[in-house]
């Protein structure tokens, strides 16, 4: 059973916006950094995001700099991921990550801890 859950992705189209939410079940991320992670059809899973637990610092992916957004929301212990100005090559399945680190490392998947099981993005019209 996957410690972290994904929820929010759907059918949008160009343009438009989503929120996915990634919640813990089983522990605070107070002490966890928090990062986005994407696949394709056919492609390598990518990071798009990460949030730092230490100071709240964050990093994007050049492919979604300046349309997305990450950030926490503590009393509901989950993690958002503000999307914006959707296209089609945002379509991924998209999956929230932690790892028990002050600061984001970099996107090796082997270093994060805990997974989510995903959630579709599709961007079509």
């Known amino acids: 059973q996957s410690q972290l859950v994904e929820s929010g992705g759907g059918l949008v189209q160009p343009g438009g916006s989503l929120r996915l939410s990634c919640a813990a079940n089983?522990?605070?991320?107070?002490?966890?950094?928090i990062a986005w992670f994407r696949q394709a059809p056919g492609k390598e899973r990518e990071g798009v995001a990460c949030?730092?637990?230490?100071?709240?610092?964050?990093n994007y992916a050049d492919s979604v700099n300046g349309r997305f957004a990450i950030s926490k929301d503590n009393p509901k212990n989950t993690v958002l991921l503000q999307m914006n100005s959707l296209k089609p090559e945002d379509t991924a399945i998209y999956y929230c990550?932690?790892?028990?680190?002050?600061?984001?490392?970099?996107?090796?998947?082997?270093?994060?801890?805990?997974w989510g099981q995903g959630t579709q993005v599709t961007v079509s019209s």
């Open positions: 990550a932690a790892v028990d680190s002050f600061e984001c490392p970099d996107y090796d998947e082997n270093e994060f801890d805990s």
């Open positions: 089983e522990f605070s991320l107070d002490y966890y950094s």
């Open positions: 949030l730092s637990s230490g100071g709240g610092a964050t």
